[in-house]
């Protein structure tokens, strides 16, 4: 299903100011990775929001995600003051944790191993 403009532009307010927030309050560091906002997914509606969250050298994304979950209503509270003249209401944000690199990093390994094996076959037809 396609996004729409409002939809893209909510989103894309939403993502710089969470990104500038996590920044402010200490969460764009934590567990020794640091945290990002990958993207932010708005419903039709505009009522909801989902957060994707990306983490790098984070030993613990699980334990991490619920460091931010219990400052959500802190991030909550300073995102609504920051976009108050530009949205009606504030959606409800739900974050989740954004594997995308994780998914890119499994290919990419199961494409060396399938050309080591091809590799592997090669040399024993040539014997």
């Known amino acids: 299903m396609l996004e729409g403009k409002r939809q893209k532009q909510v989103a894309a307010v939403l993502e710089k100011e969470l990104n500038e927030i996590f920044q402010k309050l200490g969460l764009s560091m934590i567990n020794g990775g640091m945290v990002s906002i990958a993207s932010v997914k708005i419903t039709p509606d505009l009522f909801d929001a989902r957060v994707y969250l990306s983490f790098f050298k984070v030993s613990d994304p699980v334990d991490t995600l619920k460091v931010i979950e219990e400052k959500a209503w802190e991030i909550k509270k300073e995102l609504t003051s920051r976009v108050r003249h530009q949205l009606r209401s504030m959606p409800q944000l739900k974050y989740y944790i954004d594997d ?3 998914y890119v990093d499994k290919i990419e390994n199961l494409f060396k191993e399938i ?3 091809d590799e592997g076959i090669a040399g024993k037809k040539e014997e």
């Open 100 to 102: 995308t690199l994780d």
């Open 115 to 117: 050309k080591q094996q």
